[in-house]
């Protein structure tokens, strides 16, 4: 999640310095996962040190109807539920290396799990 978020912090940095962009007004636009991070990356685009200025605007496009901690036990069943489904070779390397272990000690210790 952060990699998407500091990509588009990286954006926003890049547009900032484009001539014909004024920086006071730029709005971010937020697409189901992106309308959750949003927060974030407004947040981090405050924080950061490269002279930008804060998001003007903010559009949450489709966010998901329920909360994170829901939405994201949903995908983790349906990955699993496809892993397991999944056949030859290439589904038996997943199930090796997706198990229900794994993504849930990678969402509880909020760790990098490539």
């Avoid at 912090?9 to 547009?15: G, L, M, S, T």
């Avoid at 605007?57 to 998901?64: E, H, L, N, S």
């Avoid at 699993?80 to 198990?99: A, Q, Y």
């Amino acid at each position: 999640m952060w990699d998407f978020v500091y990509d588009a912090v990286e954006a926003v940095k890049f547009v900032s310095d484009h001539s014909q962009i004024d920086k006071s007004k730029i709005i971010l636009l937020g697409h189901s996962e992106g309308a959750i991070i949003l927060p974030l990356i407004c947040n981090e685009v405050t924080k950061s040190n490269a002279n930008l200025k804060p998001i003007h605007g903010c559009v949450f496009y489709a966010g998901f109807g329920e909360n994170l901690i829901d939405a994201m036990a949903f995908q983790r069943t349906t990955l699993l539920k496809e892993v397991n489904e999944k056949s030859g070779l290439l589904g038996w390397i997943l199930r090796k290396v997706i198990t229900k272990e794994r993504l849930e000690k990678c969402i509880d210790d909020q760790s990098e799990c490539g």
